[in-house]
């Protein structure tokens, strides 16, 4: 009977292991507060020297029902922290996968669009390679420049007894360029029909000047042409094409433009009787 007394005379791990075990059975069971006296008269605790089960009055009981406590806490907070890490893995899972839609549907967008570059590119050099099948008919470099002039200027041209073209503004082409001269345009496409060398460009300063090289503008006008922004451009060595040149005139086009073939809706006939007509 000795044996079983109360176990807080004694101190040390063996009475604080017993106590702790007691209270892992008791968590354990399902038996409710029915539990606390089997298992304490098992373990022989929290009894009186007659063995009797104390009850809620034994120190051993209070012992026992902090460690249940303690017992209770620690799984609340493992279980808190079990929860708070799957809630942490979870969503560091959806950053994982947003950041893996961002990635994807950025690379979706880069492949789109080099596709897209791919694709003009490819249109762009089947569009030039067609344009040099075509331009090989001519015998003029693409992108030559042209300039369109009145149909009454071009016949002098032609008839090489005008060497001034009368512009409100000085040209910056390089002297010695070659350029070629059209009429007027219609429908998106021009005649080629002479070329020229061009020799530079010089403001007329004064009506002195400007009546003085009438002969070689035949401007009708009375008076400089376009005030003191007047400019003649110096043309020589003029020939004349024995076959006219059809050429493509981009939409909005004025005075310059380069060298392309005519596009597909356009249909030229060859020359007859020294006339040139254009057919649509």
Request: aromatic letters at 8%; one cysteine or more.
């Amino acid at each position: 009977m000795h044996e079983m007394h109360t176990l807080t005379e004694h101190s040390g791990d063996p009475c604080e292991q017993k106590i702790r075990e007691a209270a892992e059975t008791i968590f354990s069971s399902k038996k409710g507060r029915g539990a606390y006296k089997q298992v304490c008269m098992e373990m022989g605790l929290n009894l009186n020297k007659n063995g009797v089960y104390l009850g809620a009055k034994g120190d051993e009981y209070k012992l026992i029902q902090t460690a249940i406590r303690k017992i209770r806490r620690r799984l609340t907070n493992e279980i808190l922290s079990t929860e708070r890490q799957a809630r942490q893995a979870a969503e560091q899972r959806a950053q994982t996968a947003e950041k893996q839609r961002d990635e994807m549907s950025k690379r979706l967008k880069q492949m789109k669009q080099r596709a897209e570059t791919a694709e003009k590119q490819r249109d762009k050099l089947s569009k030039r390679l067609k344009q040099m099948e075509t331009a090989q008919q001519f015998p003029i470099p693409l992108g030559s420049p042209i300039l369109i002039v009145l149909d009454e200027w071009i016949d002098m041209y032609c008839k090489r007894v005008k060497q001034l073209e009368i512009r409100s503004r000085s040209c910056n082409k390089p002297r010695g360029s070659k350029i070629y001269l059209s009429g007027n345009t219609s429908g998106g496409v021009g005649l080629i029909l002479a070329t020229v060398v061009f020799e530079g460009s010089r403001k007329i300063s004064s009506e002195e000047d400007w009546e003085f090289l009438r002969p070689l503008h035949r401007n009708p006008h009375e008076h400089r042409r376009y005030g003191d922004r007047t400019h003649a451009w110096i043309f020589r060595n003029i020939e004349i094409l024995e076959n006219p040149i059809p050429f493509h005139v981009p939409k909005g086009t004025r005075d310059w433009c380069r060298y392309s073939p005519p596009q597909d809706w356009c249909k030229y006939s060859p020359p007859q009787n020294n006339v040139f007509p254009i057919v649509f």
